[in-house]
């Protein structure tokens, strides 16, 4: 696996915006897909939103058409830019990796709290 790292999470008021951010080594290689996930506390990690290789993107229902997933691949970055937050979003969010070379690889989980 290779070392994932999260930046972006925190606190935001319902309706407001946060961009999450999933940086990766600059060597990988042979990427099948990227994806979101996100688990709170009792429940099954779900997932939020996959790109491929090719740049296609599917969506969980949830989203509404609220998040956008994309990624630079000169910065080794994928991104999951997320408006109109609902308190139903609060949870911690993960970003993830498959590779042919390296396999599934997780980053570290990045906390989103979405409170008045």
């Known amino acids: 696996q290779v070392h994932l790292v999260e930046s972006g999470g925190g606190l935001v008021q319902p309706g407001g915006s946060l961009q999450l951010s999933c940086v990766a080594p600059g060597n990988i290689s042979s990427i099948i897909a990227t994806a979101w996930f996100r688990q709170t506390p009792g429940k099954q990690r779900e997932l939020v939103a996959v790109i491929t290789s090719g740049g296609r993107t599917n969506y969980a229902a949830f989203v509404k058409d609220r998040f956008t997933i994309s990624r630079d691949n000169e910065k080794n970055t994928v991104y999951l830019q997320m408006s109109s937050l609902e308190p139903e979003d609060t949870a911690v969010y993960y970003c993830?990796?498959?590779?042919?070379?390296?396999?599934?690889?997780w980053g570290q989980g990045i906390q989103v709290i979405v409170s008045s």
């Open positions: 993830n990796v498959n590779s042919v070379k390296t396999g599934v690889s």
